[in-house]
Structure formats: C-alpha cells, structure tokens
C-alpha cells in the first residue's frame, strides 16, 4: 500500500521519496527542510504552484494556485489549519479531475 506525504499528496513510494515519518504523518523530501523539519505552509504551497505550472503544461498561475490549494485543504494535515495560503478560491470538481488525470499521464 502506497502512503503519501501528509502535506503535498506526493505518493511516496521509495524509501528516496521520504523525508520524515513522524507523530504528525509521513512527509517527502520536497516539504522537509534540510534540519528534518516539515516546511512552512507558504513554501508548500509555492512548491505546489510550481509543480503544476511545470507538470501540467499550460496551467495559468491563478489555475496552478487554486489546484494546490484545493489539494492541500484535502489532506488531514492542512484540515486544523487557517494558513493565509489556503484562504481563496479553489479548483472546481473538473478543473481538480483534469489536472490530476494529467499529472498521471
């Protein structure tokens, strides 16, 4: 069974993907900082923005930021909090399907 980071939603399928596993989830190396720390949400969030702006050819700015906003406030670890990030618009149901579905291919 695949087990993914509780801030990014990366599959964290070889031991190279983890950064930390601790009492709060199980975190890949792109939202650990060097020390072992989990990074800040604005630094996640940012590393969100670029992946899809990057992996999903195409994807606008304001498109990238409401996908990973949509996709951060989907994960347990995002639910308790009320980071600035994670306050504004989301992707919609397709926009959020089209872009996973592309991020598979």
Known sequence: MTTFCSTCGMPLEKKEDIGVVNTSGSFCRYCVNIDGTVKNSDQIF????SFFMHTVEGTPLDLAERITRRNMKSLPYWKTRNDKCLLGD???DEEYADAMKKVGE
Do not use: L, Q
């Open 46 to 49: 940012a590393g969100g923005v």
């Open 90 to 92: 989301e992707a919609t």
